[in-house]
């Protein structure tokens, strides 16, 4: 026991320090310490008798480092409740959105083929309105007005405004 103490005494100090450096949170390093010593105390009969105590306490330290920076990242900061904001504790529901995105997605397939076209290479693709226009081969101007057309329907549509012309195919007018 004697023989241990004095080979693993001297070397807390250096251990400290590289601990503090793994870690970079003093009380993180500290519990980090105690857990090396607490493994080479139990482990010291697997210590070989010829090999460096330094060296192998360095690689206790290490390894335990490694391990506990590994199992906080698959695990996250951890976070106090007493020092945690508002903001860290609730977030803002995410459901409407995917919601949101499958009625803009249903929409998008009730557009025609022109107006849809452009708003996904102007909106979607982020294509200026020249580049949109080279890509379908139509003027600009074009461009414009079929745009304008099709987030206009598609503001319609996402409102409810046109739900029964969609279901029952395009709405016939009599005129006499």
Not at 9 to 36: F, G, H, K, T
Not at 83 to 96: H, I, V, Y
Not at 120 to 145: C, F, H, N, Q, R
Request: charged share 30%.
């Amino acid at each position: 026991m004697t023989d241990m103490i004095v080979l693993i005494e001297p070397l807390i100090p250096a251990l400290r320090r590289y601990a503090r450096s793994l870690m970079r949170d003093r009380s993180a390093a500290d519990d980090l310490l105690q857990d090396c010593l607490e493994r080479a105390v139990s482990h010291w009969h697997q210590r070989r008798d010829d090999g460096n105590a330094r060296t192998w306490m360095f690689t206790i330290l290490h390894n335990l480092a490694i391990n506990r920076l590994q199992k906080t990242a698959r695990r996250g900061v951890h976070l106090d409740i007493d020092d945690a904001s508002d903001p860290a504790l609730s977030g803002r529901p995410t459901q409407e959105d995917g919601l949101h995105q499958q009625d803009v997605l249903r929409a998008l397939k009730t557009l025609p083929e022109e107006q849809r076209n452009v708003i996904l290479l102007v909106s979607v693709e982020d294509l200026s309105y020249a580049e949109t226009a080279k890509v379908l081969g139509i003027p600009i101007g074009t461009v414009m007005s079929r745009l304008a057309r099709g987030r206009e329907r598609l503001r319609q549509v996402l409102e409810g405004e046109v739900n029964n012309k969609i279901e029952n195919g395009p709405h016939l007018r009599r005129v006499k």
